[in-house]
C-alpha cells in the first residue's frame, strides 16, 4: 500500500481510507473496497484506524488489516491461527502461530459469506479475552 500523500494528515480515518482507495484505479482499489463494505456488514460496530499506514478494522481489538500489493490485496487477521475457516479462506502467512492472511488477487471472486464468517468469529474471540471483559464491566 502507498504511503500516505502529503497533506492527508487532517483527514478522518474513514476518509484516508478512501482517499487510498481512490488512489487504486484498478482492480485492487474495488477489491479493497469490497472487503472494507463486507467488514462493515459482518460487524456494524467495527471502528476504523489507520495503522502502520494501511487500514486497520478492530473490535475489542484488531480484527483484520487490509493491505494493497501489485499483484494481491490481502486481508491480514493477526488471531487467524485461533479462528476456524471450514471454508480454507486463508491462504497466505499459513507457516505463523498466530496470525493467517487472505491474498484476494485480480479477477477472483470473494467468498462473501465465509469472508463475513471469519469477521464475525474474530470480534468473537477479541470479545473473550480478558481485556475486552474486562472494558465490558
Not at 484498478?26 to 472487503?35: I, K, M, P, S
Not at 456494524?44 to 495503522?51: A, D, I, S, T
Not at 493467517?100 to 467468498?111: C, L, M, P, S, W
Amino acid at each position: 500500500m502507498k504511503k500516505p500523500v502529503p497533506g492527508r494528515d487532517h483527514l478522518s480515518v474513514p476518509e484516508k481510507i478512501d482517499a487510498a482507495i481512490a488512489d487504486l484505479p484498478d482492480w485492487r482499489g474495488e477489491t479493497l473496497a469490497r472487503v472494507r463494505a463486507l467488514i462493515h456488514e459482518a460487524d456494524p460496530e467495527v471502528v476504523e484506524e489507520w495503522k502502520w499506514g494501511i487500514p486497520v478494522w478492530s473490535h475489542d481489538g484488531i480484527l483484520c488489516t487490509g493491505e494493497t500489493y501489485k499483484a494481491a490485496v490481502k486481508a491480514t487477521f493477526p488471531k487467524g491461527a485461533s479462528l476456524d475457516d471450514p471454508s480454507g479462506l486463508f491462504n497466505s502467512s499459513l507457516e505463523g502461530n498466530a496470525r493467517r492472511a487472505i491474498d484476494f488477487k485480480q479477477g477472483e471472486t470473494i467468498d462473501t459469506d465465509a469472508f463475513k464468517a471469519l469477521i464475525r468469529a474474530a470480534v468473537a474471540l477479541n470479545a473473550a479475552t480478558p481485556a475486552a471483559k474486562k472494558k465490558s464491566k
